[in-house]
Nanobody, 114 residues
């Protein structure tokens, strides 16, 4: 199983980035896909998740700014991040869950700084 995340980088406050995560080795469509993040010195936290049904949930801190979506034909989940703030700086991780399976990808660093 591999979850390959990409799209991180350096962006100025107020800017946008789109993260992508391609899954392989799993029946992608049945998994709940999520994005988590971990800032320096902090615990990993859920940013957004999208179920196999397409229902979504978001952390309060990103509601209205971030959008999670999935393309099952491409085995890919996306995180569109708009109006980025310095406090969004973190390593972002892709996650795939279908009980009892739980897989993590390597993170991609997002830095929001002027």
């Amino acid at each position: 199983v591999q979850l390959q995340a990409s799209g991180g980088g350096l962006v100025q406050p107020g800017g946008s980035l789109r993260l992508s995560c391609v899954g392989s080795g799993i029946i992608f469509s049945i998994y709940t896909m999520g994005w988590y993040r971990q800032a320096p010195g902090k615990q990993r936290e859920l940013v957004a998740a999208i179920a196999s049904s397409g229902s979504t949930n978001y952390a309060d801190s990103v509601k209205g700014r971030f959008t999670i979506s999935r393309d099952n034909a491409k085995n890919t989940v996306y995180l569109q991040m708009n109006s980025l703030k310095p406090e969004d700086t973190a390593v972002y991780y892709c996650n795939a869950k279908s009980w009892p399976r739980n897989y993590w990808g390597k993170g991609t660093l997002v830095t929001v700084s002027s």
